[in-house]
């Protein structure tokens, strides 16, 4: 009986011919065909002195109404839906990267924030989020008395 030498990866060597077809599996393209219809909401998070910024990419809101923006615990909720216009009945469709549909993101925040003196703002594409820091987070410079 001769001895076979140890070849962890032997398996998926067997399974896709070589390394090079294994790969595939992870790239943007096998991503995007799989899961299209699932938006993936990109957004920036900043900190300034006195507040929290968060941008987000949404592209494809026609009205407020179409976006929930919610803070609770020091978490950001975005959440709505994007309504595709296009009717596609008699085109042939080749290619389909545009999302629409429902889509959530939770996004932690930095710091502790006084939600009610939030405001958004949304232009081409961008929806642009202040909040407040708590003023426990900010704190206060404090005047010595020099006698």
Same mark, same amino acid.
């Given at each position: ?7 962890? *990866? &032997? ?5 896709? &011919?070589? +390394? ?14 799989? +899961? @299209?219809?699932?938006?993936? $909401? ?8 006195? #507040? ?5 990419? $949404?592209?494809?809101? #026609? ?8 803070? =609770?615990?020091?978490? *950001? =909720?975005?959440? &709505? ?12 469709? =080749? ?22 003196? @939030?405001? @958004? ?16 987070? $900010?704190?206060?410079?404090?005047? $010595?008395?020099? =006698?």
């Amino acid at each position: 009986m001769p001895l076979v030498p140890y070849d962890p *990866l &032997g398996i998926m060597r067997r399974d896709f &011919g070589s +390394f090079s077809s294994f790969p595939q599996l992870f790239d943007d393209d096998w991503f995007e065909g799989h +899961f @299209a219809n699932m938006p993936r $909401i990109r957004v920036d998070v900043r900190e300034s002195q006195n #507040e929290v910024i968060v941008t987000a990419e $949404i592209p494809g809101l #026609e009205k407020k109404e179409d976006v929930n923006i919610t803070v =609770h615990d020091n978490h *950001l =909720h975005l959440n &709505g839906k994007i309504e595709r216009m296009d009717e596609l009945k008699d085109e042939n469709v =080749h290619r389909m990267e545009r999302y629409y549909g429902q889509f959530s993101r939770t996004v932690p925040l930095p710091t502790s924030v006084d939600d009610t003196g @939030a405001k @958004a703002s949304y232009r081409n594409g961008i929806l642009e989020i202040k909040i407040p820091k708590s003023q426990k987070q $900010i704190g206060r410079q404090i005047d $010595i008395d020099f =006698h």
